[in-house]
């Protein structure tokens, strides 16, 4: 009776997992197979074809967009970086109090929904007479990837031994030399796996983007535009390079966060 139950649950559980799994990447695996369609319907399969990612790569517009996506996200993930590793190191050598205030303030931009920001920041921008495009995009992607690196910088300041600094210090070493030489090597960990995110995240943004920015658009504001006029193949092309890039950037933060719970 007792093996029959357990029987029953794991099959249950398994069902369910297979469930879950299926209603989040069946859509998925549907898209990807239809970006490798020679057909323009979705409706039919007329054979493969590679036409619809050499299009993508001969469109201007995509092209343009690709550009603009990276460039703010590489700008964004290196201010972010030094932003949070330094504001995570200020933190943590704050009194208890207000450490724990500017750690809840510093939970905000990524508790906030993704409208509301965009929205606020939008007309912070208008407010300060800055015109929208992709500088004020930069900005907005700086603001709301710099709490990833924080948290991630954070525990690892917390597992430190907090007297390797002082000992520093206590040698003759100078404090912003302490700081490359004995902070920031225990610390590089945290601070990749934040950079990895914060790169994620601006790569991935449409929401705060599309609120941001008037002129300049990054591939997640092209693939909106052309689903609004009619979803095109070249769409599934482009929407399958973007997952996958996503995918590999996080499969790398995770291998990184599961050698660090290793390690310690």
Request: with cysteine; hydrophobic share 50%.
């Amino acid at each position: 009776m007792v093996r029959r139950r357990r029987r029953a649950s794991k099959a249950f559980k398994i069902t369910y997992l297979a469930l879950v799994l299926a209603f989040l990447y069946v859509p998925i695996a549907i898209m990807i197979a239809l970006s490798f369609n020679a057909s323009v319907s979705r409706a039919e399969w007329t054979g493969f074809t590679l036409d619809w990612y050499r299009k993508l790569f001969h469109s201007e517009a995509i092209i343009s967009a690709l550009k603009v996506t990276l460039e703010v996200a590489v700008l964004a993930t290196a201010a972010s970086t030094v932003l949070g590793t330094l504001g995570a190191i200020g933190m943590y050598s704050m009194k208890k109090g207000w450490a724990t205030i500017l750690t809840n303030v510093s939970y905000l931009p990524m508790t906030t929904p993704d409208i509301v920001t965009g929205v606020s920041l939008m007309l912070m921008f208008v407010f300060m007479k800055i015109p929208l495009g992709k500088g004020t995009m930069l900005m907005a992607h700086i603001a709301f990837d710099t709490p990833y690196v924080l948290f991630s910088v954070m525990p690892r300041l917390q597992q430190m031994n907090p007297n390797l600094y002082e000992a520093a210090l206590d040698l003759g070493c100078h404090p912003l030399k302490a700081l490359y030489k004995v902070i920031l090597p225990e610390v590089m960990p945290g601070v990749v796996t934040g950079a990895l995110l914060a790169f994620t995240m601006s790569l991935d943004d449409f929401v705060i983007s599309y609120f941001t920015s008037s002129t300049d658009q990054n591939l997640s504001m092209i693939v909106y535009s052309a689903a609004r006029r009619g979803v095109e193949p070249t769409m599934y092309a482009l929407s399958t390079l973007m997952f996958l890039c996503i995918l590999m950037l996080l499969l790398v933060v995770n291998r990184r966060s599961r050698l660090e719970d290793m390690s310690n």
